[in-house]
C-alpha cells in the first residue's frame, strides 16, 4: 500500500485523476445505494488504518459521511486526529493527511484534544452536530470514546437552547439555496429538504426531543443519498446540484423512467424530509416553552371549530370525534380549521385521519364543500394546511387526480413551483381578489383546477376542462356552476394573450374577447384569476404594463358585454396632431413620434428605441391629417431607464432621415440577434379589422421587432399596429398588416423576409 501511494504521489490530483487513483490506491468501490456507500466507508476504513501507527492516547475519528458510512463516490473525508497531549502530534498528523492528498482525496481535517473539541462544539453548534456522527478509525478506543461519549451527553443536554440558533442558521440557508422540491436545478444537500436537513433531523433525534426519523423520512434520505451517489457517477466528480444537461442520465442510473420522473421522486423526498423538520422544530419549542412553564400545569384545550381542539400549539381531534364514526368531511374540516387558524395539525392526527377517516361520497355532502371553500380562501394558512394533508394521502381522497398532478415539474422558467403546488399557489393568490366577483367560492375552485390539464397530451386549457368538470361534478356543485368551472379552465390565458399579442383598438379583438367570455361575471372571475395565477407563477409572469394592458381590455369588454356597443378606439394625443415636425414625446413608458407621412417610420422608431436599450412592449402606427404617428409602450430591457435627453435627440434625427443613425442602429441590431429554436410564422384571418395577422413566434433578441419591421417594408407590407409578447427566452410578435387576406405567393414572400431578419 505505502509503495503504491509514493508512486503515485503528484501534489494535488484533480476530479477526473481522483478517480483513477482512489480506485488503484484506495480500492474504494464504485456503484449506488447503500451496498456501496457501505463499501466505499470500509475501504476507507482499511486505508486509513495503514496510516496511522498503533500509539496509546492517539486516535483517528471520522465524522461527516465517512463517521456515518454514507460515502458518495466524490466525497470528502472529514477526519479529526484525537489526542491526548502526546508529543510529536504534529509529525504524526503530516504522516496521516499526506498519503490522503497524495491519493488524490479531498479531506477536511482538524487535530485536539478531548478537551479542545468538546470547546469547540460548544461554541459552534456545527461542530456540535458533527462530533454526533464521530466514529473511531483506527487508535486508541477509550479516548475516542471519551469524546464520542461526552458529546453526545452534552448534545442531549443543550440541544434545546441551541436549536432556535440552529434554525436561524438553516432558514438563511434556505433562503440562500431555494427549497429542492420546486426547483428544476436543487442542490441535493443545500436546499431545503435536501441532505444537510436530514443531518438536523438525526440531531434532533439524537437529542430525545421527538422521533424526527420515521420510516417516511428514512425512505427519503436512503433516496436522496442514491440520487447524489448517481449524480457523482454521471459527472465523475463531486457536484451536489442536479442541473438540466445530466437529469436524464442519472434518472437511467436509478432505472427511473426520465429527468422528469427524476424531478418527482426528489421533490417527494424532499418534502418528506421539510415537513418532518417543521415538525421537529415545533416539537423542540413546545419542550422549550413546557419547561420555561417549570413543569405546571399542563397546557389547555381550547376548542376551534366543530371537532378540533387546540392543544399546546397544535390542532387535534375532540374527544367525541376520536369516540365516534367519523363523517367524511372530517379531514377537510381539520384542514380548514389549521389554514383559518395557522396552527399545525399535530402528526398523531394526521395519522389518525389518514387511517380512519373514510372516503367522500360523490357528490359531497354540503359542509365539506363548505370546509374546501374555506380551506382554498384561508389566504397564507392554505399552503402549510395543504402540504401538511397532502404528505398524509388525505389530499388524494379528496381529489383523485392530484396523484397525476404532484410534484410534475414545470420546465417553463418563469415557473417557481411544480404544478401542484402552483394550483395551491393560485388558490392562495385568488383569494386577495375574492371580494371583486360575485363568485368567490368558484374563483378559488377555479383558481385550484385551472392548469390540471397540464402532464396530459394536447392544449391543457382544452383537454383540462372535462378533468376540472368531473372533479367539480363529484364535489356537488349544480350543472350550471360545473360548465362556469369548465369556461374559467378552458379561458384561464384568453385575457393576457388578448391583451399582450391583439391590437385592443379593433373591435374585432374586443368584439371576440366579448363573445367568448359572454357575461361580466365570468369576465370579473376571469380577470381575478389571471392575477392570481401570475402571481403565483413567478415575478417574470406579470409586470405593471401587462396588468394595465389586461385592465385595458378588461374595460373595454365589460363596456361591449354592458352596452352592446363597440368602444370607440382612442384618439391620437392632440399634442402630435399640432406644430412643426418631427413631434417627440417620452412620457413615462410612453414614446410617442409624429412625422411625415412615410413608409419605415415603425421600423426607424423601433430601430432607436433598441439603441438605448429599451423593448418595445406595444406599437401603433397610423396617419392623420397627413402625419404619420408611432405610438410605443416601452420597458428598460436591463432594468435601468435610458437618459432621455439623446434618447430624444437619436428619435428626431432618425425620423427626420438622417442615414448616420439610420446605419448606427443596422449595426448594433445586427451584432444583437440571439439564438435558439428555428423560428415560425403563423397567420391568423379574420382576426383584425381592414388586416391580416402575422404571428412571429422566435427566440428573444435585442432589436428583433426594428429587423423584422425593416423587412415587410422591404418586402412591401404596411405595418399598423405590433404587439409584442415576451415568454422567458421567446418572444410572440403580432404584426397587423394592412389590406385583405394575401394570396399564397405573398403569404410565402413575406413569411421568406421575416424569418431571413430573424
Given amino acids: 500500500m505505502t509503495s503504491l501511494i509514493k508512486k503515485n504521489a503528484s501534489g494535488h490530483a484533480g476530479d477526473g485523476d481522483a478517480n483513477l487513483l482512489i480506485n488503484e490506491v484506495v480500492g474504494v468501490p464504485g456503484g449506488i445505494g447503500e451496498s456501496a456507500r457501505l463499501g466505499r466507508a470500509s475501504a476507507y476504513d482499511t486505508f486509513l488504518r495503514g496510516l496511522l501507527p498503533s500509539r496509546e492516547g492517539v486516535a483517528l475519528i471520522a465524522v461527516g459521511g465517512l463517521g456515518r458510512r454514507q460515502c458518495a463516490p466524490y466525497g470528502d473525508l472529514d477526519l479529526v486526529l484525537l489526542h491526548a497531549g502526546v508529543p510529536g502530534t504534529d509529525e504524526l498528523a503530516a504522516s496521516v493527511w499526506y498519503p490522503i492528498w497524495d491519493a488524490g482525496l479531498r479531506l477536511d481535517h482538524s487535530v485536539r484534544t478531548v478537551s479542545e473539541a468538546l470547546s469547540v462544539a460548544q461554541d459552534d453548534v456545527k461542530v456540535a452536530l458533527g462530533l454526533l456522527d464521530a466514529r473511531l478509525v483506527a487508535g486508541d478506543q477509550t479516548l475516542a470514546d471519551a469524546l464520542i461519549r461526552t458529546a453526545a451527553d452534552h448534545w442531549r443536554r443543550t440541544a434545546v437552547r441551541h436549536l432556535p440558533g440552529l434554525r436561524a442558521v438553516t432558514e438563511a440557508r434556505w433562503q440562500a439555496h431555494g427549497e429542492l422540491a420546486f426547483l428544476l436545478e436543487g442542490d441535493l444537500k443545500e436546499a431545503a429538504g435536501g441532505l444537510r436537513d436530514v443531518g438536523l433531523l438525526r440531531a434532533i433525534s439524537a437529542a430525545g426531543i421527538t422521533d424526527a426519523l420515521r420510516p417516511a423520512v428514512r425512505a427519503a434520505h436512503l433516496r436522496l443519498l442514491d440520487t447524489r451517489d448517481a449524480l457523482h457517477q454521471q459527472v465523475g466528480r463531486r457536484v451536489d446540484r442536479l442541473v438540466a444537461q445530466e437529469r436524464d442520465g442519472v434518472a437511467a442510473l436509478l432505472a427511473l423512467e426520465d429527468g422528469d420522473a427524476l424531478l418527482r421522486r426528489v421533490a417527494g423526498d424532499a418534502r418528506t424530509v421539510s415537513h ?63 389554514a383559518t387558524t395557522r396552527l399545525p395539525i399535530a402528526r398523531a392526527t394526521c395519522e389518525w385521519l389518514a387511517a380512519y377517516c373514510p372516503p367522500l361520497p360523490a357528490p359531497w355532502p354540503a359542509d365539506a364543500r363548505a370546509a374546501l371553500t374555506t380551506l382554498l380562501g384561508a389566504g397564507p394558512g392554505l399552503v402549510p394546511a395543504w402540504e401538511t394533508c397532502d404528505r398524509y394521502g388525505l389530499v388524494d381522497n379528496w381529489l383523485p387526480e392530484w396523484t397525476r398532478l404532484r410534484s410534475l415539474p414545470q420546465h417553463n422558467p418563469v415557473h417557481r413551483y411544480t404544478l401542484d403546488r402552483h394550483l395551491v399557489q393560485t388558490a392562495h393568490e385568488a383569494s386577495r381578489h ?178 438605448h436599450r429599451l423593448e418595445v412592449i406595444s406599437a401603433d402606427a397610423s396617419v392623420v391629417d397627413g402625419r404619420a404617428l408611432v405610438e410605443c409602450l416601452v420597458q428598460p430591457r436591463y432594468g435601468l431607464p435610458p437618459d432621455p435627453v439623446p434618447l430624444r435627440a437619436d428619435l428626431r434625427r432618425a425620423v427626420g432621415g438622417d442615414v448616420s443613425v439610420t446605419q448606427r442602429l443596422r449595426g448594433r441590431a445586427l451584432a444583437a440577434r440571439g439564438g435558439g429554436a428555428a423560428p415560425r410564422v403563423v397567420w391568423h384571418r379574420e382576426a383584425a379589422t381592414n388586416a391580416v395577422l402575422l404571428e412571429l413566434r422566435a427566440a428573444d433578441a435585442a432589436g428583433l421587432l426594428y429587423r423584422v419591421a425593416c423587412a415587410l417594408d422591404e418586402a412591401g407590407a404596411l405595418v399598423r399596429a405590433a404587439r409584442i409578447s415576451t415568454l422567458g427566452a421567446d418572444v410572440v410578435d403580432a404584426f397587423y398588416l394592412v389590406g385583405g387576406w394575401p394570396d399564397d405567393a405573398t403569404r410565402a414572400r413575406l413569411e421568406a423576409a421575416v424569418l431571413a431578419a430573424v
Avoid at 356552476?481 to 379593433?506: F, K
Wanted: with cysteine.
Fill in 434 to 611: 375574492a371580494r371583486e366577483v360575485e363568485r368567490p367560492d368558484l374563483l378559488l375552485l377555479g383558481a385550484l383546477l385551472h392548469d390540471i390539464g397540464k402532464g396530459l397530451p394536447g392544449d391543457h386549457s382544452t383537454v383540462g376542462v372535462p378533468v376540472a368538470q368531473a372533479a367539480a361534478t363529484r364535489i356537488g356543485l349544480p350543472p350550471t356552476e360545473v360548465e362556469l368551472i369548465g369556461t374559467l379552465v378552458r379561458l384561464h390565458l384568453l385575457l393576457p394573450d388578448v391583451a399582450t399579442r391583439r391590437d385592443l383598438a379593433d373591435p374585432v379583438t374586443i368584439a371576440s374577447v366579448a363573445e367568448s367570455v359572454g357575461d361580466t361575471g365570468t369576465l370579473d372571475l376571469l380577470h381575478a384569476l389571471v392575477r392570481a395565477d401570475a402571481a403565483a407563477t413567478g415575478p417574470a409572469a406579470w409586470s405593471d404594463w401587462k396588468g394595465r394592458l389586461v385592465a385595458e381590455l378588461v374595460g373595454r369588454v365589460r363596456t361591449a358585454l354592458d352596452t352592446g356597443v363597440l368602444p370607440e378606439p382612442p384618439t391620437p394625443d392632440p399634442a402630435l396632431l399640432a406644430g412643426p415636425l418631427p413631434v417627440v414625446h417620452l412620457t413615462g413608458d410612453r414614446v410617442s413620434v409624429a412625422a411625415a407621412d412615410r413608409r419605415g417610420l415603425l421600423a426607424t422608431v423601433a430601430g432607436c428605441l433598441a439603441l
Fill in 276 to 338: 418532518a423538520l417543521d415538525d421537529a422544530f415545533r416539537a423542540a419549542d413546545r419542550l422549550r416553552s413546557g419547561r420555561s412553564r417549570g413543569g405546571g400545569a399542563p397546557p389547555a384545550r381550547r376548542p376551534v371549530a366543530r371537532d378540533v381542539v387546540e392543544h399546546d400549539g397544535e390542532l387535534v381531534l375532540a374527544r367525541t370525534a376520536i369516540g365516534a364514526r367519523p363523517d367524511p368531511s372530517l379531514s377537510l374540516r381539520v384542514a380548514a380549521a389549521a
